[in-house]
C-alpha cells in the first residue's frame, strides 16, 4: 500500500474524514459542518460533495444548523407523511417561514434546491447587516427582474455566496452538498462562531 494511501486510511480510521472529500475544495468546511452535526456522510465514509441537496435534506441542514424550535403552529402538506424521515424538519422550516411549500399544498420533498433558493432562504433567516445597493450587478445571469435578484445580491456583498469565474452565479443550478457545507461554514464564521 502506497504512504499517501495509509496516511489516507490512518485519518479515515480516526474518524477525521471521509474517503470522497480528501483534497476536495470545500473539505474544511465539509469536515466542520459534520463535525457541528450539521451535515451527515453516508455509512460508507462518503460524504458524497457533489451530489445535490433536495428540499427535504435541505429542511433537515438547516433545522440542524439553525437549531429551529417549533412555534406551535400547525402545519400541513399533502406529500409529507408521517413517517417521513424528514418531516419534524420540513415542518420546522415551514413554521419558521424559511421554507414554503411549491404550491397545492405541497412541499414537494424530492426536488433539488437551486442557487438562487438557497440565497432566498438564508436572506429570509436574516444573515445579512444591509441590503446591497449597488447599482452594478454582481452576477451577469441574475436580471433586474430576477425573483431572487435582492437575496442573491445581498448574500454575495455579504461574503456568503459567490458565483463562478465567468462572472455567473447559476442561479437555477442545483446546489451540491459541498456547496452548502461551504455556505454554512461562511455564515458561521460570518457569525462569529456562535452556532
Known sequence: MKQWNLFEYDRMANGSIFRDVFGHWAEESILLANEKGWLNGHSDQTFRPNNHLTR???????????NLQSNSTTIHFN???????????????????IMNGTGDGNFSPST??????????FYNVGFYTELAQSETRAFTDVSDDHWALVAIETMQHEGILNGYPDGTFKPNQP???????????????????TR
Do not use: P
Open 56 to 66: 427535504a435534506q435541505a429542511a433537515s441542514i438547516l433545522t440542524n444548523f439553525l
Open 79 to 97: 406529500d409529507i407523511s408521517n413517517d417521513f424521515w424528514a418531516r419534524t424538519a420540513v415542518i420546522l422550516v415551514a413554521q419558521n417561514e
Open 112 to 121: 433539488n434546491v437551486t442557487r438562487a433558493q438557497v440565497a432566498q432562504i
Open 175 to 193: 446546489i451540491t452538498r459541498a456547496q452548502m457545507a461551504a455556505i454554512i461554514h461562511r455564515i458561521y464564521d460570518w457569525d462569529g462562531g
